[in-house]
């Protein structure tokens, strides 16, 4: 018999966990894969990789438990190398097992969460604002966007965007890069959360996105001003991704 991973955890998905986490890490040769297995609404698969440890830890939907090789392989390459093909494998295989999903409404799209960046990690960014400016009460996945194929200057870049059906932010890749400072990163994810708590309001007919409350919300974000200021001196590196 399997011995507890810890008190909490019934012995019975402690094992699931372990089975899950041996046959992915068979297609994973220079990392330790730690899997949890949730029954999270909105996250299917989250990925956070602590890489000082070469480790990543991974939350995974229980539809994942009985996944075949494919499945399993599919997961492995996009752990590791944030893989398309394997996204799309898995797109699809979370599709097909919507309906375990509880609380979720059959035909709702599912998303692919990946909050490991190359530089940040959008999930501890959003746990550390969470408990900071909202006392935990934003309920939200976070991801970043898809990636693209080569840099090229672009006229506008969507840096953040809320969905508010999926709950779900997703922060461009262009922010994803060594030369964007964290504070920068912190105050567009800061940005998005507000979406949440404040209602798109209508106004002389006019969907009005930001209102004068929310502007004002937003300035409570600690390094505001510098981070205004670091955009408008950055903006074209910003749009060349
Ligand atoms: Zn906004």
Excluded at 14 to 27: C, F, N, V, Y
Excluded at 198 to 209: L, Q
Aim: some cysteine.
């Amino acid at each position: 018999m399997a011995a507890k991973k810890s008190d909490d955890v019934p012995t019975e998905i402690a094992e699931a966990q372990d089975s899950l986490e041996r046959r992915i890490r068979a297609h994973i040769a220079k990392a330790r894969v730690q899997v949890t297995l949730t029954d999270n609404r909105y996250t299917m698969i989250s990925v956070r990789r602590v890489a000082k440890e070469r480790r990543y830890e991974v939350r995974l939907h229980c539809m994942f438990v009985d996944a075949d090789p494919v499945i399993t392989r599919a997961l492995a390459k996009y752990i590791a190398d944030n893989d398309a093909d394997a996204s799309r494998i898995l797109g699809d295989f979370i599709d097909e097992n919507s309906d375990h999903v509880k609380g979720r409404a059959r035909r709702a799209p599912q998303q692919l969460i990946f909050t490991a960046g190359e530089h940040y990690d959008l999930r501890q960014m959003f746990d550390e604002l969470n408990a900071r400016y909202f006392d935990n009460k934003i309920e939200a996945a976070i991801t970043w966007g898809q990636r693209t194929g080569r840099p090229k200057r672009r006229n506008s870049i969507k840096m953040g965007s809320y969905s508010v059906e999926d709950k779900l932010i997703r922060i461009h890749r262009s922010l994803d890069r060594s030369f964007v400072p964290k504070f920068f990163v912190e105050w567009i994810v800061f940005h998005e959360m507000l979406h949440q708590v404040h209602d798109i309001t209508v106004k002389n007919g006019r969907r009005e996105f930001h209102s004068k409350e929310f502007l004002a919300d937003e300035a409570r974000f600690e390094h505001y001003v510098v981070a205004r200021d670091w955009e408008r001196r950055h903006i074209d590196a910003l749009l060349t991704y």
